[in-house]
């Protein structure tokens, strides 16, 4: 029989690029976190991360009481008990974390999203960039490729970088070949990559004006794989003009809120989709 | 090609309705009477004009005269899901994809051979300076005569009989067209038909703020907009009889729309006019329904059948998208209000001016009274423009924003 000591629940967030999955027990503490590339076939993805999961955590499947899955193949998980949207999950995710946390910037594989909570923590507001990877993780994929480095490298080589440069374009293609041209004139590296994540910061700053037109005084957090990179988040305390809290594992943060509403629907009885 | 589209239309919902008259549904009756309407525009044998959105239509039916406004020709071409070629034409001969689609749609069927030559064109001032456009460009393209009704932005006494002279004017200009002079008692009649129309489509919006409502999300889709195009026609009075009877019906019963209604929503400006899953998605997976659209309102008071043209030349200037952004901000404040509504969605269409460029304001005067607005970037008549996912998360994610509010009271 299974008593509330081995009672687990799963978040999966399976994005563009990839595949997160968090697992939590009755309590709510995190028990084990993964992320696998999503690929080209995103079943398989998602087969994997649950696999993983359950591996790290030592535990079995019949362990987990509910899954809830986000992220936008979400529809695709098929033994979710529900799909929620990564905007909730994020939201929910975050408010574990820190729950002071007003302002969340989230930057996945292929969207950014800026969502507003009010003091309750519930969402007040968000707003989602256009039909556009600019920004996203695909776009700065596609420049470490330009320039030539690796992404985890690319996080860190804006340092020193004093010229201020800006890139007029942001639409990936065109800011592709914006470094292209740069490269050729004989930028410095680090200037081109402090002057990309300027870029992102300025456009990621329009994001957060749309939902809050005055943030003077919210705390605010940055979830999502972008997260992770430095020297994106330093352009970001610029043009905020403050820290912002960056989380452990904030590509995670998704599939994290996921597994706390799979907790909470599963406490409250109603395991219905929405 | 076109005639015999919408002549098999009529057919079909007429074999439909013979077959089960019972169970008629006043949705058919529209569609038939939009359908007739498409099958006069390309007879080949009526007197045509293509006119602006607030021209008077009851006039022209009165005089005769098949009327339309252009952008129901890219509307019908996006719900037919033939918009494609046509905009790939236009955008061809060098008009720019991010202009609006309803009339990049019009170009396109114009140079296309699709658009039926008009005798004259009646063109107006408002909505949009776009639209004014399109008409003196399908004006050129046919070398047919043009009238602008040049309608004022307020509702002043001095701006009424500015455009109401205006309008008599255009009664001159229809019958030295057409041969036929205007005929006072007809226009009378016809008013007063308008007067009939306007009475019972009061009584339909009032009947679909009722708690829950009996409308589902697509029922009165584009409903207002396009039955301004048969004002003054006995059959604008039997349609919209039809949809108030239906939901008397509902209302007496409490039956909702769509089964069990849990969030209400309006829809601001103008749907999207091609096939898409988007309010099958809202309501059958959130029990959303989209109950009031901003254009489903009566803003204008009876017309005097004696003397008319003040009368009209108010309800023309009298449009939400008429005069400063505070009137029509004051009008979906009005509408949330009345309708008891949880949230808005504004499509924002993609190239038009009104559709965008007052959202941050719509959005903050809707937020002043506690009813957010989910703003999407969708191109309501180019479909290859449609990113179903993405919108799918914005709106999944608005309606689990509503739920949340709605529990916490």
Known sequence: MISEDNMYYMGIDIGSLSCDAVLIDHDGNRVAATVV??????????????????????????????????????????????????ITCHARGIRELNPDIRLIIDIGGQDSKAILLGDDGRIVDFAM??????????????????L?????????????????????????????????????????????????????????????????????????????????????IRALNRVLNRGIFVPDLPDTVGALGAALIARERAGEKTLVSA | MMKKYFDDLVGGIDTALNKDPANSSPRKLYAREVARLGSRLYSGTEKVAWCGVVAPFDVLNAMGVTSCYTEFIGAMLASTGMVGSFLEKAEHEGYAGDTCG?????????????????????????????????????????????????????????????????IRDMTGFISDHTGVP????????AIEKTNE????????????????????????????????????????????????????GRVENRTSGIGKEKLRLMWIQNRI??????????????????????LNAITWEPIDPEDPFEGLARRSISIPFNGTIDRRIAHLKKQAQEYKLDGAINPCHWGCRQGTGARGLITEGLKEIGIPVLNLEVDCVDSRNFSEGQLKTRIEAFTEMLWERKKAG
């Open chain 1, 37 to 86: 590339p999503t690929g080209a076939r995103n079943q398989e993805a998602i087969v994997r991360a649950g696999d993983e999961v359950l591996k790290h955590a030592g535990i079995r499947a019949d362990a987990v009481i509910a899954t809830v899955s986000t992220g936008y193949g979400r529809d695709r998980v098929g033994h979710r008990t529900a799909a929620v949207t990564e």
């Open chain 1, 129 to 146: 960039n256009d039909k556009c990877a600019a920004g996203t993780g695909r776009f700065l994929e596609a420049m470490a490729r330009t």
């Open chain 1, 148 to 232: 030539e480095v690796d992404i985890i490298e690319l996080a860190e080589l804006d340092h020193g970088a004093r010229e201020g440069l800006t890139l007029s374009s942001m639409c990936t293609v065109f800011a592709e070949s914006e470094v292209v041209s740069l490269i050729a004139e004989g930028k410095e590296v680090n200037e081109i990559v402090a002057g990309l994540n300027r870029s992102i910061a300025s456009r990621t700053l329009s994001l957060v004006k749309r939902v809050a037109s005055n943030f003077d005084g919210l705390p605010i957090a940055m979830s999502g794989g972008v997260a992770r990179n430095g020297g994106v």
């Open chain 2, 102 to 166: 309803y009339h990049r749609a019009v170009i396109g069927a114009m140079l296309n051979g699709w658009m039926p030559e008009p005798d004259f064109l009646i063109a107006t001032s408002a909505p949009c300076s776009g639209g004014l456009a399109v008409m003196e460009t399908i004006a050129d393209h046919f070398k047919k005569d043009l009238f602008v009704l040049h309608v004022p932005q307020d509702e002043s006494e001095s701006s009424v009989r500015y455009l109401a002279d205006q």
């Open chain 2, 182 to 189: 205007l005929d006072r008692d007809v226009l009378k009649d």
């Open chain 2, 197 to 248: 129309a306007r009475r019972l489509m009061e009584e339909v919006y009032q009947l679909a703020r009722a708690i829950p409502s009996p409308v589902d999300g697509r029922m009165l889709g584009n409903f207002g907009i396009v039955m301004a195009l048969l004002l003054g026609t006995p059959e604008c009075v039997e349609v919209i009889r039809a949809f108030r009877d239906t939901f008397a």
């Open chain 2, 273 to 294: 006019q091609f096939r898409h899953p988007l309010i099958d998605l809202l309501e059958k997976e959130y029990g959303a329904v989209v109950v009031a659209d901003e």
